[in-house]
């Protein structure tokens, strides 16, 4: 499984994103994918996923600003961010995995893209 994923950049606080994770090599639509985040020193972190089965899962931190979405056709996830603050300022990277919670470090990993949010 490769997962690519981009549509980081520098953005100021109140702004918006969208980053995308294309992945390839695999079946897709019966595997859970995720975005998860990390800043330097820190553990990576969920930030939110969607499952197989169409559940939508989301960080407490995140919750009401960001967005994920599908497409099983295009082998695609979304991560839409609104209302950036700076504490969301991380490399976010898309996981692929066949198990459909998100509270171990598995599966396949994208390369990462840098969210640089400015105040």
């Known amino acids: 499984v490769q997962l690519q994923a981009f549509g980081g950049g520098l953005v100021q606080a109140g702004g918006s994103l969208r980053l995308s994770c294309v992945a390839s090599g695999s079946p897709f639509s019966n595997r859970a994918i995720g975005w998860y985040r990390q800043t330097p020193g820190k553990q990576r972190e969920f930030v939110a996923g969607?499952?197989?089965?169409?559940?939508?899962d989301y960080a407490d931190s995140v919750k009401g600003r960001f967005t994920i979405s599908r497409d099983n056709a295009k082998n695609t996830v979304w991560l839409h961010m609104i209302s950036l603050e700076p504490e969301d300022t991380a490399v976010y990277y898309c996981?692929?995995?066949?198990?459909?919670?998100?509270?171990?470090?598995?599966?396949?990993w994208g390369q990462g893209t840098l969210v640089t949010v400015s105040s």
């Open positions: 996981n692929s995995r066949l198990t459909q919670h998100w509270n171990t470090q598995t599966g396949y």
């Open positions: 969607a499952t197989s089965g169409g559940r939508l």
